[in-house]
């Protein structure tokens, strides 16, 4: 499995950015797509997850900013990220967590770099 994550960059508080991350070469049921983030000197952090029937979870403190979807057509997901703070400065990992000969197995994407100025 392949994961191809693209949008991050440079922006303002207050600011929006949208992260796309492309899945490919999978044969095996799609579980679950998400996104996690690492800021420097912090452990890496869920962010929000969308399952294959849609259901969404997100971590608090980007409740009522971000919006995850994903579509299952194009085994892509997104990360709408609205009203954006210095502190959701980090590297965002998207995964894919699929099931697997009976196990479930994450896979990863390269990692995308959000800075959010103030």
């Known amino acids: 499995v392949q994961l191809q994550a693209s949008g991050g960059g440079l922006v303002q508080a207050g600011g929006s950015l949208r992260l796309s991350c492309a899945a490919s070469g999978s044969i095996f049921e799609s579980i679950n797509m998400g996104w996690y983030r690492q800021a420097p000197g912090k452990e890496r952090e869920l962010v929000a997850s969308v399952t294959t029937g849609g259901s969404t979870n997100y971590a608090d403190s980007v409740k009522g900013r971000f919006i995850i979807s994903r579509d299952s057509a194009k085994n892509t997901v997104y990360l709408q990220m609205n009203s954006l703070k210095p502190e959701d400065t980090a590297v965002y990992y998207c995964?894919?967590?699929?099931?697997?000969?009976?196990?479930?197995?994450?896979?990863w994407g390269q990692g995308t770099e959000v800075t959010v100025s103030s």
């Open positions: 995964y894919e967590e699929v099931f697997k000969y009976g196990d479930y197995e994450s896979y």
